[in-house]
């Protein structure tokens, strides 16, 4: 098993989709959301300087392809590109602010990441969603608005999560020192991205979302078993 360090974590780095947030959210509810009202946004919000750059930027990844086909291939593929998840932000927070999403957390999220919160722990987010998407899963909750927990949000223009230059830009960044921080993740190639680059990893393997363990790396099937690995506060 790798990442034995005995270091207690002094910064938290949170995946979402699979660690906080169950998939099924994602995959059936956020993203056919964005599917449904892109057409419409791209029209209603031309002259959004967000707009424009996605589509410029899409143009310039897929050059002599349709960018609305391009989109879509995309979407298809769910692919991790910057353009796609800048549009499907803005989509998303209109959905969020019309009150037609809220995000449903895992029910030990909360409680964990406030006890980390009050333990002088630094909770920030590392996810290929946008910084903005981040912010309105964590600002639209059945819990309510929680971004106050966290002190930073990060995302693909750090560089993709399963390089571990990555890691290295986000600690950079920061002004962390790497074998302080702990990131959490259901993903293996993500954790042994960030395990490279000196960060402790663990791995959140929800039932519910029907996640393999890996034996290579510390398991938690929630964040409580997680905080208790690592000997940090538990929560409620």
Same mark, same amino acid.
Request: negative net charge; proline residues 6%; hydrophobic residues 45%.
């Given at each position: 098993?790798?990442?034995?360090?005995?270091?207690?974590?002094?910064?938290?780095?949170? =995946?979402? !989709? @699979?660690?906080?947030?169950?998939?099924?959210?994602? +995959?059936?509810?956020?993203?056919?959301?964005?599917?449904? +009202?892109?057409?419409?946004?791209?029209?209603? %919000?031309? =002259?959004?300087?967000?707009?424009?750059?996605?589509?410029?930027?899409?143009? %310039?990844?897929?050059?002599?392809?349709?960018?609305?086909?391009?989109?879509?291939?995309?979407?298809?593929?769910?692919?991790?590109?910057?353009?796609?998840?800048?549009?499907?932000?803005?989509?998303?927070?209109?959905?969020?602010?019309? @009150?037609?999403?809220?995000?449903?957390?895992?029910?030990?999220?909360?409680?964990?990441?406030? /006890?980390?919160?009050? /333990?002088?722990?630094?909770?920030?987010?590392?996810?290929?969603?946008?910084?903005?998407?981040?912010?309105?899963?964590?600002?639209?909750?059945? %819990? @309510?608005?929680?971004?106050?927990?966290?002190?930073?949000?990060? =995302?693909?223009?750090?560089?993709?999560?399963?390089?571990?230059?990555?890691?290295?830009?986000?600690?950079?960044?920061? @002004?962390?020192?790497?074998?302080?921080?702990?990131?959490?993740?259901?993903?293996?190639?993500?954790?042994?991205?960030?395990?490279?680059?000196?960060?402790?990893?663990?791995?959140?393997?929800?039932?519910?979302?029907?996640?393999?363990?890996?034996?290579?790396?510390?398991?938690?099937?929630?964040?409580? !078993?997680?905080? +208790?690995?690592?000997?940090?506060? !538990?929560?409620?």
């Amino acid at each position: 098993m790798q990442n034995t360090g005995s270091n207690t974590p002094r910064v938290v780095l949170l =995946d979402i !989709e @699979g660690t906080t947030l169950p998939v099924a959210f994602v +995959h059936k509810v956020l993203f056919p959301y964005a599917r449904t +009202h892109l057409p419409a946004l791209l029209v209603q %919000q031309s =002259d959004n300087p967000v707009v424009r750059q996605a589509l410029a930027e899409t143009a %310039q990844l897929a050059p002599g392809v349709p960018v609305a086909e391009q989109l879509e291939r995309w979407m298809d593929a769910d692919a991790k590109v910057a353009p796609l998840k800048s549009l499907q932000g803005l989509c998303w927070e209109q959905g969020y602010r019309q @009150g037609e999403l809220v995000a449903d957390l895992y029910a030990d999220v909360v409680p964990v990441l406030r /006890a980390w919160k009050a /333990a002088g722990i630094t909770l920030a987010v590392y996810s290929s969603g946008s910084e903005a998407a981040q912010k309105l899963i964590y600002g639209y909750t059945e %819990q @309510g608005d929680v971004t106050p927990l966290f002190s930073a949000f990060f =995302d693909l223009k750090m560089g993709g999560k399963r390089e571990a230059a990555s890691y290295s830009a986000i600690v950079g960044k920061a @002004g962390w020192n790497p074998a302080d921080v702990l990131f959490l993740s259901d993903v293996v190639a993500e954790l042994a991205a960030a395990a490279q680059a000196g960060l402790q990893v663990c791995q959140i393997a929800r039932p519910q979302d029907g996640t393999v363990a890996d034996a290579d790396y510390r398991v938690a099937a929630s964040l409580p !078993e997680a905080a +208790h690995l690592f000997g940090l506060p !538990e929560g409620a």
